[in-house]
């Protein structure tokens, strides 16, 4: 497999056979098979996968957003599947989550969507900080600064379809531009982790 990588600065890195900056990724996008989104949620990516690199790509080629939703323009988007303007679209993240029931990419047979899943967490990787996440929670502590890191832990005290903002103190330190991984205290008092959708009104999590 051939890797072709877009930076800011277009740097080589070992994994890649080229790697372009911003200012060339239409000649990236022309070039790829797939196209794997990988951008954290910033003002200057949002909706940086827009209509003119939607147009550079090959007609054949598959868009793979496991970033955030917004840095793809969800219109653009979809005039490109519904017009068969690129092959299809893998998409695990979306502007508004969970995507609402009548929302047309649903509807189209060149798409597939999953529920904000794609993070490749491990119990080895989450245990840690899921076990220093709760000592801090239930001695009253804060939670600490982890800078922004690429996952978060979520405790909650059982499986329920939503809770309040108010049993969230544990990940104060997420905002919304960050995944969340749920837990909960399983039998034997022993974390079982589960994929979460969440909304972001402020107000409720949807597990």
């Known amino acids: 497999m051939r890797v072709l990588?877009?930076?800011r600065r277009g740097r080589p890195v070992r994994e890649a056979a080229r790697v372009y900056p911003v200012g060339a990724?239409?000649?990236a996008l022309s070039e790829a098979d797939f196209v794997v989104v990988l951008l954290p949620l910033t003002h200057e990516t949002r909706g940086i996968i827009g209509a003119a690199a939607l147009d550079a790509m090959k007609p054949s080629?598959?868009?793979i957003n496991i970033a955030r939703g917004a840095?793809?323009?969800e219109s653009a988007l979809l005039a490109a599947l519904e017009g068969?303007?690129?092959a299809g679209a893998?998409?695990?993240v979306f502007d508004r989550e969970p995507l609402p029931p009548s929302h047309p990419l649903w509807k189209l047979d060149n798409v597939v969507v999953t529920p904000h899943i794609s993070g490749p967490s491990t119990p080895d990787e989450i245990a840690p900080v899921f076990n220093d996440n709760l000592a801090r929670y239930l001695a009253g502590r804060?939670?600490?600064s982890r800078g922004r890191p690429r996952s978060g832990v979520l405790i909650m005290p059982s499986r329920r379809s939503a809770i309040n903002m108010s049993e969230l103190e544990l990940a104060r330190f997420l905002d919304e531009e960050r995944v969340l991984t749920c837990a909960t205290i399983g039998p034997g008092g022993r974390p079982h982790l589960m994929p979460l959708w969440y909304v972001r009104d402020g107000k409720s999590l949807v597990a």
């Open 25 to 27: 990724m239409a000649r």
């Open 84 to 86: 068969k303007q690129i």
């Open 142 to 144: 804060p939670a600490p």
């Open 5 to 7: 990588g877009v930076t």
């Open 61 to 63: 080629a598959w868009l």
């Open 90 to 92: 893998v998409l695990d």
């Open 71 to 73: 840095v793809v323009d």
